[in-house]
């Protein structure tokens, strides 16, 4: 059966009808969006407008058909069960910046504004927005919806903590907004919260009210290439000793990559940053670059390092950084499993890929895995796909998604197949 004959006729009618046929993709070509060829839906519709979203929800609630907010795909095919139905709904149009007010540190930006505007604009006027993902096609919607951290997690926390207010499809077609410009909007439950890291779950975000933040005076970035994962490790380990509150401090093994890699930034004024270098006397094989100097080398290596290495990074572990000094047996347990990592000394988060090798099973690796973790207080370990969602959140589920049409098959907020 082809795709065209699985999803009727009637629902590519419909779709094509609320957003022009352009806009409606079937076939094979929904892989394109970052799906995997064989877990996709059947169909993927792009409206360019929250009354277009809104018409495609009252449809699926009406018919029964699952929806799966999609916005650049970074993500999608690690969040999806064994999924072969439902429509996607790509929020890319959705990509105006509407308001931009640097004396209130502010701007609201459609879900499918791509991170590389966000910067543009507020770089211009000295200005960030703190975290934000420095892969291309990740659209700021998605981020919220994953409540996105990235490698500066420890100083500026999660995409949630940015967003001021934002506006949603809700499951029975209502375009709801929560929270506002100023940070203090909200009497009584947060609902914006709710949203971010929802995966999708509750609604289609379909534009983001950020808080930004003026840019560091100074950002420097020192790397160091280690053969040896323990000596690295008590580097790393060495330097949070002496700068409690570095920006970061990740300890990298790409099995790409023969080297182990210590990445350390630093950011704040000139005088901070450079107490703390005077502080933590970095001895010999450190190469350093800084925001006003030669910046950008390492830093644009170290980027596209990460982002080639983190497509394979699926499992996570949150270690108390008290233990940090003694994990040494579980990057070699990852690297005996041809295992990648990036490990954030300063947050105390683990992240690594699944064994890569031909001789071992996941099952193998995974036995290994947990019989080092088990008992060890203070390391939650995570390996994915094994969420299951608790009684409170399939509550909550069951009141704002009561026909269970916003991506039932999550893996990471919803069930799914888990198999
Ligand atoms: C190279 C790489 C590096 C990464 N590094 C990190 C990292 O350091 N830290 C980290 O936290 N994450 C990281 N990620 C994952 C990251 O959270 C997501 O890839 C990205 O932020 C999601 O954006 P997206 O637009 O691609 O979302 P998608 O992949 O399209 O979707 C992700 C989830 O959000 C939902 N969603 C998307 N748009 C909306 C919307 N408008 N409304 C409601 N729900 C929506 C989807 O249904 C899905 O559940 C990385 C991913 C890649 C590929």
């Known amino acids: 059966m082809t795709d065209k004959d699985a999803c009727s006729d009637a629902i590519i009618e419909s779709m094509s009808s609320i957003c022009g046929t352009d806009h409606v993709t079937v076939s094979e070509e929904v892989s394109d969006y970052g799906f995997m060829q064989q877990h996709r839906p059947q169909l993927l519709v792009s409206p360019g407008s929250v009354e277009e979203i809104q018409e495609i929800v009252r449809f699926a609630t009406a018919s029964g058909v699952p929806l799966i ?8 095919a690690q969040v999806l069960g064994r999924m072969n139905h439902g429509i996607a709904v790509c929020t890319r149009r959705l990509d105006r910046i509407s308001e931009f007010e640097p004396g209130n540190l502010s701007l609201r930006c459609g879900s499918g504004t791509l991170p ?18 420095d892969f291309d096609h990740s659209t700021v919607g998605g981020q919220v919806a994953s409540d996105f951290s990235g490698w500066k997690r420890y ?84 330097i949070l000793s002496k700068v409690a509150d570095p920006c970061s401090c990740n300890l990298i093994g790409d099995r790409k990559h023969a080297d182990i890699r210590l990445v350390l930034c630093l950011e704040g004024s000139s005088e901070l940053v450079s107490s703390q270098l005077n502080r933590l006397q970095l001895g010999t094989g450190w190469r350093l670059e800084t925001s006003e100097g030669n910046r950008d080398t390492a830093a644009e290596e170290y980027a596209c390092r990460r982002r080639a290495m983190k497509r394979d990074i699926f499992h996570t572990a949150a270690i108390d950084k008290r233990l940090l000094a003694k994990t040494f047996p579980l990057l070699r347990l990852l690297a005996k499993y ?27 690796f995974k036995e290994a895995w947990q019989s080092a973790v ?13 969420a299951r969602p608790s009684a409170m959140f399939a509550r909550i589920v069951e009141r704002l998604d009561p026909h269970c049409i916003m991506f039932p098959d999550n893996l990471y907020s919803g069930g799914g197949d888990h198999d």
Do not use: M
């Open 155 to 238: 100083r500026y926390g999660a995409s949630g903590d940015y967003v001021l207010g934002l506006s949603f499809v809700s499951t029975d077609g209502k375009h709801v907004s929560t929270g506002g410009k100023t940070v203090k909007n909200v009497s009584g439950y947060d609902f914006t919260r709710l949203l971010s890291g929802s995966w999708g779950r509750f609604g289609i975000i379909t534009s983001v009210t950020f808080k930004l933040l003026p840019r560091p005076e100074k950002e420097l970035l020192a790397v160091k290439d280690f053969s040896d994962a323990e000596e690295a490790l008590e580097e790393g380990v060495d």
């Open 374 to 386: 088990d008992g060890q207080a203070g390391i939650r370990h995570t390996l994915v796909p094994t």
């Open 69 to 76: 907010a999609l916005g650049g795909g970074t993500r999608i």
């Open 338 to 364: 041809h295992c990648s990592y990036d490990f954030d000394l300063s947050a105390g988060l683990l992240e690594f890929s699944s064994a890569d090798s031909e001789e071992t099973s996941f099952d193998e």
């Open 116 to 133: 590389a505007a966000v910067r543009e604009l507020t770089t211009d006027h000295n200005l960030q927005l703190a975290i934000l993902a």
